[in-house]
C-alpha cells in the first residue's frame, strides 16, 4: 500500500498545541517510527509535511497538494489533542468518507487498547480531509495538557499502535 502521513503543525507558521509536552515534539516521536515502521513492513510512505509554509493555510495546502499528488491509498495526519481543563483526556480520530471511517476506527481501537480513554471516531470538516482525494483521516493520539494521557504516553508504542490499524 502508499501512504501519505502527515505530521501536522511542525513549520514555522503553523506551531502546534503547547501543553505539559508540546505537540510538536510529540507529532514527531510518534510519526517518525511510523513512516519507518511502515516502510520497513514494504510499503511506501509519502511524507506530507512541508519544510516551509508562509501562514497556517498554505501549510495545509502544501499538505493536501502532496498527499493528492501522491495518489496514495490513504492520509493519515497525527496530532495531539489540547484543552484548558487538564483533566480532558483520551483518543480520537476523525474521517469523512466511509473508507476513511473505516480505517480511523482501526487506529483508534488500537491507541485505546494501549489504556487511553475511548473518544472515538468522529466526523470533521478538517481541510486536511475533506480536500485529499483518498480516504483520510486524523489521529488526535491523546492529549498533550493531560498528566493522565502523559503519564501513559509512549511514543513507540503508539506508532506501533496506529501502523497495527492502518495494515492489519
Known amino acids: 500500500m502508499k501512504f501519505a502521513i502527515d505530521l501536522g503543525h511542525n ?12 505537540e510538536n515534539d510529540l507529532i514527531m516521536e510518534v510519526g517518525k517510527p511510523v513512516i519507518q515502521l511502515l516502510r520497513n513492513a514494504g510499503h511506501e510512505v509519502v511524507e506530507c509535511k ?65 489504556g487511553f480513554t475511548n473518544r472515538g471516531v468522529k466526523s470533521a470538516r478538517f481541510y486536511f480531509l475533506r480536500a485529499t482525494s483518498m480516504p483520510a483521516i486524523l489521529v488526535e493520539c491523546c492529549f498533550c495538557t493531560s498528566p493522565r494521557d502523559m503519564n501513559l504516553f509512549n511514543a513507540g508504542k503508539m506508532a506501533q499502535a496506529i501502523v497495527n490499524g492502518l495494515v492489519k
Open 50 to 114: 512541508p519544510t516551509w509554509a508562509a501562514s497556517v493555510n498554505d501549510s495545509l495546502n502544501r499538505r493536501v497538494r502532496t498527499a493528492n499528488a501522491s495518489r496514495a491509498d490513504v492520509a493519515v495526519s497525527i496530532h495531539f489533542n489540547a484543552f484548558g481543563d487538564s483533566r480532558a483526556n483520551g483518543t480520537e480520530t476523525f474521517a469523512i468518507s466511509n473508507q476513511g471511517r473505516a480505517y480511523a476506527a482501526k487506529v483508534n481501537n488500537n491507541i485505546v487498547a494501549l
Open 11 to 22: 513549520v514555522r507558521a503553523d506551531g502546534g498545541a503547547v501543553g505539559i509536552r508540546r
